[in-house]
């Protein structure tokens, strides 16, 4: 009999790895359902690595035909020379990256993933580990379901009673704002990242012409930002982000986000396996927290199909370890480039403004800066 596989946590990176397992195992997946998932207008920059998964999958077609590719990415910090422009001669591969919304992203994996193996409204409470059971509540009953090998991917916010882990977790005083804003110019597939001393500003060329904003900084600030009219929200905008994209004219509806960062080292269960935002959550900045979660689902897939199961669960601590060395660069690097957590740390300001001029005049540094982003390597 096929060995039962549960997933706990249908966001993108739970509902990947079933689209990889499907008809290879016996599927289940729970997720607790959000009631704004499917109005989620939060852009995610999907990197090649991310397309090439969702090529293997057979479902790159229909995410393209939602996505809009990024030719282009101007970075820069406010008050420095530090400037760096990316543009398709520092990659192989046709775009720097898609911009795709989640809800749309959700959307084309519900629909490719088998419906009789996905349980939505199902919220797991608990799991015992030594007898390999995961219970849940679903339509205020409460529920239980054994499995052979269970993938946690439930985004990390909470805990999940039995699951014993050593976690390093930073709850900081940062916020994402998210909203669609219309600008004079077309984006004509340009993104641009803004450092600035409270944070960094990303623009991303988004649907209808529009870019998708990802403003970072102090709660208490874009709390204010948040609570603001329009006219005067975008008026601050225009000031912390200057003209190059265009004039600002018009924002949609505001949405926040809290920021956490945080980083699984180990956990102490057989058979069971943390993926995406569970193992790990990274500051927006670099567009890396999704990409990263899509390649542990696929290399966790490529253990298993690689040494066959029975050996895959031997070697799963192996498995792990090797991850977690392997994604460190990105990790790290993410927290560097937010420096959220030490934007008082003298001379980072200035590092990072040199290094953007370093990038802006290397054409080496700016071909290998964009393999990591794009591949994690
Ligand atoms: C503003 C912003 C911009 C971002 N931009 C990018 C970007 O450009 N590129 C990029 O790569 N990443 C980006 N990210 C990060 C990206 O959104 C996350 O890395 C990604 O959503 C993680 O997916 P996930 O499936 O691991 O977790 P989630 O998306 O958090 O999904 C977790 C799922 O688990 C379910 N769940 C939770 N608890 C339980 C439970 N107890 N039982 C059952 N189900 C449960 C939830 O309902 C949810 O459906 C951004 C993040 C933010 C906040």
Known sequence: MNKKICIIGGGPVGLIFACLLQGKYDLSIL??????????????????????????????????????????????????????????????????????????????????????????????????????????????????????????????????????????????EYFALVCQVKMSKPHNNRAFERFTASGPLALLPFKDGCYSLVWTGYKEKIQHLYDQKTGEFIHNLQNEFGSRAGKFFDAGERTLFPLIQSRLKELHAESIIAIGNAAQIMHPVAGQGLNTGIQDAFLLYCHLEDYGYDDAIKNLFQHMKQRLADKKPIIYLTMHLASVFNDDVIGINRFRGLSLLALGTSSLARRKFVKLMSYGK
């Open 31 to 172: 997720d607790a359902g959000r009631q704004n998932a499917g109005i989620d207008q939060r852009a995610l920059a999907l990197s090649n690595g991310s397309k090439f998964v969702f090529e293997h999958i057979g479902i790159w077609d229909e995410i393209r035909s939602l996505s809009i590719p990024i030719n282009e990415i101007h970075t820069s910090q406010k008050g420095t020379f530090g400037r760096a422009l990316f543009t398709l001669e520092d990659t192989k591969d046709e775009a720097l990256g898609y911009i795709v919304s989640y809800s749309d992203l959700l959307k084309i994996l519900k629909k490719n993933v088998k419906k009789e193996s996905f349980l939505e409204g199902a919220t797991v409470k608990n799991v015992d580990v030594e007898n390999k059971k995961i219970f849940y509540t679903f339509k205020s009953q409460e529920l239980h379901v054994p499995y052979d090998l269970a993938v946690l991917a439930d985004g990390g916010r909470t805990k999940i009673k039995g699951i014993d882990y050593d976690k390093s977790e930073i709850h900081s």
